[in-house]
C-alpha cells in the first residue's frame, strides 16, 4: 500500500501538484493514524496533507479514484455451464464454421476467462502506449485495446452463432441464456481493459517525469507560447510573483514619518531616570500603490492572457492595486480580481472584452481614467501601463498622459515591442516614451521579471 | 477536556456543540490533533470556518484565544509587549526600597551588583503583556490557537508565524526561549484574498470548506432555527441554492442563510411568496445589484429562468 501511495503522490507530481517531501511525510503519517479501511477516511486523510491550493483539489479527485479502486474486474461466467451434452456438442460444431482467431476470442467469452496477464502485456507491446499520461485518454486507449482484440468482430460472430445455435435448433430457453452470459461476459471483460488502460496510463504518469521547459519558457517571446505552455507559464508567473513577494518585504521602504511614539519614548527614556531625552518616532512603512492599465486589444492578445495574471498576482501582493484593462473603452477590472481564482477571473475579464478590428484607443480610455478614476492616482502611486502603443491613429491624447503622470510617483510603460519598432506606423509610443519615468521591452518572462524587479524599488 | 479517539468521536463531540461537520472535516481536525498540525480552513466567506474553532473549543472544553489578522498587525499586537507605564511606575513607587538596596554598598561598582541583582524583577513575566501567541504558549491549560482571516495579514507576519507555528516556541530576549507547555489546536482560516506562502501551507493540513449541499445545509437550518417549518426550511434552502448557482457578485452564505430563516421566523411567513421574498431578500444579498439580477430570476415565468440560470460556454480568445 505505501508504494501505491508513494505511486500516487508521484502521479500528482507529474499532474502539476506541488507535495513537498515534508508533505508527503505527513501524508504517510496521517494514513498510519487513520488507517485505509474506510475509504472516505482514506481519502481526507491524502487530501489534507497533500493538497494545499483550492485549484489543486480537481486533480486529486481524478487520480484518487484511478489508484485506489478496488481494482478488480467484474467477475465473468462460464456461459456453457447448464447446457446439455448435445447443445454444449452443438456449440462445440457451430464454432468450428469460424476461423481460428475469432474462435479463441469466441471460447473466452462463452467460457468466462479474463484475458492473462500475459496477452495484456502482449497488448500494451502492441499499442506502444507509453508516451500516454493523461487520464482523459483512458477510455480511447481501452478503445483501442478493443479494435486490437478485434472486438467487433468477434461481437459479430457471436451474434452469428446465436443465429446458427437456434437453426440448428437449440432450446430457446437455454439459448436465451447463453446469449445473456456471453453479452455479461462481453461487458466485463471491456471493463477489464479500461481498468487496464487506465492502469497503463498511471504507470506511464509515474515513470514519466515532467517537462522541465523553464529554461527555455523564460527566453521564449510571448507570441511562440501555445496553449499547453500558458499552464507552465502560470505557475512560473506564479513562482516569480512568489520571489517578489519576499523581495518586496525586505524592500518596502521604511520611513520616518514624525508620528511622536510615547511607548517607545518612555522604553529609550528608562536609563535616564523616565525623562523624556530622546524622542523616538514611530516607524512609517510606506507602502506602494500601483495603478495598472492593460491593453487586451487584438494586437495584444497573445500576451494579455499572461499580462493579466502577472496583474492579478500584483494585486496578490500589494493590497492598494487597481487594476484597469482597455480596447476602446477603460474597465475597472480588480472586483473580479478580488473574488474569483486566477484563472476565472482572466477569463471572464478576456469574455468581457472581446477583442476586435482596429478598435484600439488608449486616448479615449484614458479620457475615460481622467474622468472617473483619476483620484486613485496620488503622490504615492507607481502609474503601470502594459500596452504596444499602438493606437490606430486616434488621438493619443498626451496631454492627459502628462497630467496622470504628473501626478504618479513614478511612470512606468511595459511594452512588448522592440525599442526599433516604437513609432512605427500606428504606434505613438515616441510620444507616451518621454514622459514615462521608465520604459521597459517585455517580450519574455526573463525581461517581465527584471522589469518588474526595478519596477518594486521605487 | 477531552481528547478524540477517533473522527467520529470528534464529529459527534463537535454535533453536540452545534456544529454539524462533515465526515472530512472530522478527519481533518482528528489528524491535526494526531499529528500535532496546525489547520488551514479555506474557502468562501460565511461558511463556518470560525465556527469550526469555536466549536473545536467547546467540544475539548480547551480556552479558546483567537488573534484576529488585519494590515498592519505586527509582533507587539500578536505575541508579547512590556508593559513600559506599568514598569514606570513600579520604579517611581519602589525608589526608596531600591535605594535601601544599595545603601549599604561601600563602591559604586557594589552598588551596580546589587542593583544588577534585582534587575530581573522589571523585566520579569509580571511586566510581560500577554498577546493571544504567547498566551497560547505560556496557557497552563491546552488551549484551542484561532488565527482568523490570516490571508488579511502581510507577508512578513506570515513569515513570522512560521517560526511560532513550527516549534511552539517564542524567544523574549530579556526573558529567554519560552516553551509551550501544551501544544495548542491551532486552526488558521482564509478568504482566500489572497495567496499565502509556500512555506506556510507546508506546515499546515489543508481543507477547504465549501457551500454545503442541500441537504447539510438543510440540517444546520433545522438545528440553529428549530422555530421554522421543516417545509419552509425546505424550500428556504432551495432557494438559497439556487442563487449560489447565479452569477453574483457575493453568493450567499450560511451564515446568511440562517439570518435569512430567523427573519422568516421573526415575520411569521408561512410561504414565500413574492411579498415575503421582497422584503426579506436583502438579508440574503448585500448588493444592490446581486438584488436586483436575483428578484428578475425569481420572480419571471419559469421558461426564462431556466436559461438565465445556466452558465454560458467558456470560449477561448483566439489570436
Known amino acids: ?119 495484456l502485456a502482449e497488448l500494451d507491446q502492441m499499442l506502444n502506449n507509453s508516451e500516454m499520461n493523461d487520464l482523459r485518454y483512458q477510455n480511447w486507449l481501452a478503445r483501442q485495446m478493443e479494435q486490437a482484440l478485434n472486438f467487433r468482430e468477434v461481437r459479430q460472430a457471436l451474434e452469428e452463432l446465436m443465429q446458427l445455435l437456434n437453426e440448428m435448433g437449440m432450446n430457446r430457453e437455454h439459448l436465451e441464456r447463453l446469449r445473456q452470459a456471453v453479452r455479461a461476459n462481453q461487458r466485463a471483460m471491456q471493463e477489464q481493459l479500461r481498468q ?3 492502469e497503463q496510463i498511471l ?8 517537462r522541465e521547459p523553464r529554461d527555455g519558457l523564460l527566453n521564449r517571446p510571448f507570441q511562440a507560447f501555445n496553449e499547453d505552455d500558458l499552464r507552465l507559464l502560470h505557475q512560473e508567473v506564479r513562482r516569480l510573483a512568489a520571489a517578489l513577494r519576499t523581495r518586496l518585504a525586505l524592500r518596502l521602504r521604511r520611513a520616518r514619518s514624525g508620528q511622536f511614539d510615547l511607548k517607545a519614548t518612555l522604553r529609550a527614556n528608562l536609563k535616564h531616570g523616565g525623562v523624556p531625552i530622546e524622542l523616538r518616532h514611530r516607524d512609517h512603512t510606506l507602502k506602494p500603490k500601483l495603478v495598472v492599465i492593460c491593453d487586451i486589444s487584438t494586437s495584444m492578445r497573445y500576451c494579455s492572457e499572461l499580462m493579466l495574471s502577472l496583474i492579478y498576482a500584483i494585486q496578490d501582493l500589494i493590497s492598494k492595486t487597481h487594476a484597469f484593462t482597455f480596447i476602446d473603452h477603460l474597465e475597472y477590472v480588480s472586483p473580479y480580481f478580488e473574488h474569483h481564482p486566477a484563472t476565472q477571473a482572466i477569463d471572464q475579464v478576456l469574455q468581457r472584452m472581446p477583442g476586435g478590428h482596429y478598435n484600439t484607443d488608449l486616448g479615449h480610455s484614458l479620457k475615460n481614467f481622467n474622468e472617473t478614476y483619476l483620484d486613485t492616482v496620488d503622490h504615492r502611486t507607481t502609474f503601470i501601463v502594459v500596452g504596444d502603443g499602438r493606437n490606430n491613429f486616434n488621438d493619443p491624447r498626451l496631454d492627459i498622459f ?45 525581461q517581465l521579471a527584471n522589469a518588474i524587479d526595478k519596477l518594486l524599488l521605487h | 477536556m477531552t481528547r478524540f479517539t477517533n473522527p467520529q468521536h470528534l464529529k459527534a463531540a463537535l454535533g453536540k456543540q452545534n456544529y454539524i461537520a462533515s465526515d472530512e472535516i472530522a478527519t481533518v481536525m482528528y489528524l491535526s490533533q494526531q499529528l500535532g498540525k496546525p489547520v488551514l480552513a479555506e474557502g468562501p466567506a460565511g461558511v463556518g470556518k470560525t465556527e469550526l474553532a469555536k466549536a473545536l473549543a467547546g467540544a475539548t472544553g480547551f480556552e479558546l484565544i483567537r488573534l484576529q489578522c488585519y494590515e498592519g498587525l505586527d509582533e507587539t499586537k500578536a505575541l508579547y509587549e512590556w508593559e513600559y507605564a506599568k514598569q514606570l511606575l513600579y520604579t517611581q513607587l519602589l525608589r526608596d526600597k531600591l535605594s535601601d538596596t544599595y545603601a549599604q554598598a561601600l563602591t559604586l561598582h557594589e552598588a551596580a551588583d546589587r542593583l544588577a541583582a534585582e534587575e530581573d524583577v522589571f523585566f520579569s513575566m509580571r511586566f510581560l503583556l500577554q498577546r493571544p501567541l504567547l498566551k497560547a504558549i505560556l496557557s497552563a491549560q491546552p488551549t484551542v490557537l484561532l488565527i482568523d482571516e490570516i490571508d488579511r495579514a502581510d507577508a512578513e ?43 506556510l501551507k507546508r506546515r499546515c493540513l489543508y481543507l477547504f470548506i465549501d457551500y454545503p449541499s442541500l441537504e447539510q445545509e438543510l440540517a444546520v437550518v433545522r438545528l440553529k432555527v428549530p422555530d421554522l417549518s421543516p417545509k419552509l426550511a425546505r424550500q428556504a434552502v432551495e432557494l438559497v441554492q439556487r442563487l449560489r448557482g447565479m452569477d453574483l457578485r457575493k453568493a450567499p452564505s450560511i451564515s446568511e442563510t440562517l439570518d435569512w430563516a430567523k427573519a422568516l ?55
Open chain 2, 157 to 199: 507576519f506570515e513569515a513570522f508565524l512560521l517560526e511560532v507555528l513550527s516549534d511552539f516556541q517564542v524567544s523574549v530576549p530579556e526573558i529567554g526561549t519560552l516553551q509551550a507547555v501544551h501544544r495548542p489546536l491551532v486552526v488558521l482560516t482564509s478568504n482566500n484574498t489572497r495567496e499565502l506562502s509556500e512555506a
Open chain 2, 265 to 319: 421566523v421573526t415575520l411569521n411567513a408561512n410561504s414565500l411568496d413574492q411579498a415575503t421574498l421582497e422584503t426579506t431578500l436583502s438579508v440574503l444579498l448585500k448588493h444592490e445589484a446581486d438584488l436586483q439580477k436575483a428578484k428578475r430570476h425569481l420572480f419571471s415565468p419559469p421558461q426564462r429562468d431556466r436559461r438565465s440560470g445556466m452558465e454560458p460556454p467558456t470560449p477561448r480568445w483566439q489570436n
Open chain 1, 1 to 119: 500500500m505505501d508504494r501505491r501511495i508513494a505511486q500516487f503522490i508521484a502521479a500528482l507530481r507529474a499532474s502539476g501538484v506541488r507535495v513537498s517531501l515534508a508533505e508527503s511525510a505527513d501524508a504517510f503519517r496521517a494514513v498510519e493514524e487513520l488507517g485505509v479501511k474506510d475509504r472516505e477516511t482514506f481519502r481526507s486523510s491524502l487530501r489534507a496533507t497533500l493538497v494545499k491550493e483550492q485549484q489543486d483539489i480537481p486533480t486529486f479527485e481524478r487520480l484518487f479514484p484511478a489508484f485506489f479502486q478496488p481494482g478488480e474486474p467484474p467477475p465473468m461466467s462460464d456461459a456453457t455451464q447448464g447446457l446439455s451434452q448435445r447443445e454444449a456438442q452443438m456449440l462445440a460444431e457451430a464454432l468450428r464454421r469460424f476461423n481460428q482467431r475469432l474462435r479463441d476470442m469466441m471460447e473466452k467469452l462463452l467460457r468466462g476467462e479474463p484475458l492473462s496477464p500475459e496477452e
Open chain 1, 203 to 210: 504507470q506511464n504518469m509515474v515513470e514519466n517525469k515532467p
Open chain 1, 402 to 446: 502628462r497630467t496622470i503622470a504628473r501626478r504618479a510617483r513614478a511612470t512606468i510603460w511595459l511594452n512588448p515591442e522592440p525599442p526599433a519598432l516604437w513609432g512605427t506606423g500606428d504606434s505613438d509610443m515616441q510620444g507616451y516614451a518621454p514622459l514615462c519615468d521608465h520604459t521597459f521591452q517585455v517580450n519574455n518572462l526573463q
Open chain 1, 196 to 198: 487496464h488502460a487506465g
